[in-house]
């Protein structure tokens, strides 16, 4: 069955350093997105992509958060200026054409640990 | 704001006992909601989706309903088997104003021993 690959599995930063977290999704799938969920804490949407170009945010993705997809395959979600509260699971899911109510298909996600 | 709360936070049962996992929302106004599995250090897995003009939706040997109007849901898992094991989310996509971001409960942390 096809699934959603991210890389790296773990990746440790320092404060105050870029991080690109990847994604490649499933290869007919069009519509993106990323989460977080801070350890202990619940799972919270990040952004939406669609088309080239984001769909929805909420207030967590703010001007240090971008994404891109770069190629056919992948979709990365760059943080500029990591911050110590930056450190969570990030989970990058995608989904197919036929309306929301297709379900999202999770990656098994990358452990981002700021020093 | 929406609200997602998740009833209860952990359960541990023995195998073969039919179980029901609580989810309750603050704002009706939906427009789906989805059952994931977490295992730990992996994905969420999509259990069941039910639209918000259902009432419910059947998999296997899971069972989701929904009641809009009282803010509620539930996932009925029968004869659990320890392969069960895993946390269960719950997250409600609202529907008003065009956007249709999820919100997620904290989960129920299952235990299915044999």
């Known amino acids: 069955e096809p699934e959603v690959t991210q890389t790296p599995s773990h990746q440790v930063t320092q404060m105050g350093q870029e991080v690109i977290l990847r994604c490649v999704p499933i290869s007919n799938h069009l519509y993106f997105y990323w989460y977080r969920q801070i350890l202990g804490q619940k799972v919270e949407f990040l952004v939406s992509f669609y088309n080239n170009e984001i769909s929805e945010k909420s207030e967590i993705f703010d001007d240090q958060f971008s994404v891109e997809r770069p190629d056919g395959s992948n979709f990365t979600l760059k943080i500029r200026s990591t911050k110590l509260e930056d450190s969570a699971m990030y989970f990058c899911?995608?989904?197919?054409?036929?309306?929301?109510?297709?379900?999202?298909?999770f990656g098994d996600g990358t452990r981002l640990s700021i020093l | 704001k929406q609200e997602v709360t998740q009833i209860p936070a952990a359960l541990s049962v023995p195998e073969g006992e039919n179980l029901v996992l609580n989810c309750s929302f603050t704002d009706s106004a939906i427009y789906n909601l989805q059952w994931f599995r977490q295992d730990p250090g992996k994905g969420l897995t999509s259990l069941l989706l039910i639209q918000s003009s259902q009432r419910e939706q059947t998999s296997g040997r899971l069972n989701a309903s929904l009641d809009k109007s009282s803010g509620r849901s539930t996932l009925y898992i029968a004869a659990s088997q320890p392969g069960d094991s895993a946390t269960y989310l719950c997250a409600v996509r609202r529907a008003s104003g065009g956007s249709y971001i999820p919100t997620f409960g904290r989960g129920t942390s299952l235990i299915v021993h044999p």
């Open positions: 899911a995608s989904r197919a054409t036929g309306g929301s109510n297709q379900p999202q298909h």
